[in-house]
């Protein structure tokens, strides 16, 4: 895939995790934003310092401008990411087209970046538990999204070395297997921290955690079809035009 082909295609990663970040906003605003004023208000009525004293962010602001700015640039940066591995992956995972391959990004995407690490450090409300450990709580989300992109992409060198011996159905079991096995090794090793007090609603931690996992949800099922469509236009506009076949098949090794 040339040069040009490759700064076109992060234009458009970018436009999509734009177009995704808007969906995500309104489900953030609609979905995550009660949860976290609830969690706010139990945090207030249980704390013991009343004394106060003006917030230098409005709650108004943050829930409203502040959430908007945090969103779409997060939409946009990963937009941008996740093209730059379409391009990489186009062609060379299988014979796929461009919106499947979109797809499959996305969905790797998706449970790389947030469903393995949520299920070991799962999202907590703003301002409970103890602010003193947040380094520590921040620092070992991050170490298990790293941990999970090494453990994705050993896992798909594993299934394609594994594929000449066992093809291609087996090998990707075979895969999935090993990288399940490694990521529960990582869960069994890496400290847990749960720091919500006893007596913190369970059905809000619950509906505070399922609306972070739809606001995800939602951003990379945008990004998804919206880049797979502009991939799509821009690598294979015209299936009848003369040498285009040729031309936009596969990209250059």
Known sequence: MNSISVRALLVRGMLAGLAAGVLALVVAYLLGEPHVDSAIAFEEAHSHDHGGGDEPVS????STAGLA???LVYGV???GIA???FCAALGRIGRFGPRATAALVSLGALLTLYVVPFLKYPANPPSVGDPDSLDKRTALFFLMIA???LLTVAAVILGKRLAPRLGNWNATVAAGAAFVAAVGLAYAFLPSVNELPDDFPADL????RLSSLA???VLWTGFGLVFGRFAER???PRAGAPGEKARTAAPAG
């Open 59 to 62: 709650r108004t602001l943050q």
């Open 69 to 71: 700015t945090g969103v």
């Open 77 to 79: 940066a990963l937009g």
């Open 83 to 85: 093209s730059l591995v």
């Open 147 to 149: 941990l999970s992109i």
């Open 205 to 208: 931690l619950w509906k505070f």
């Open 215 to 217: 606001i995800q949800l």
């Open 234 to 236: 821009l690598l294979a």
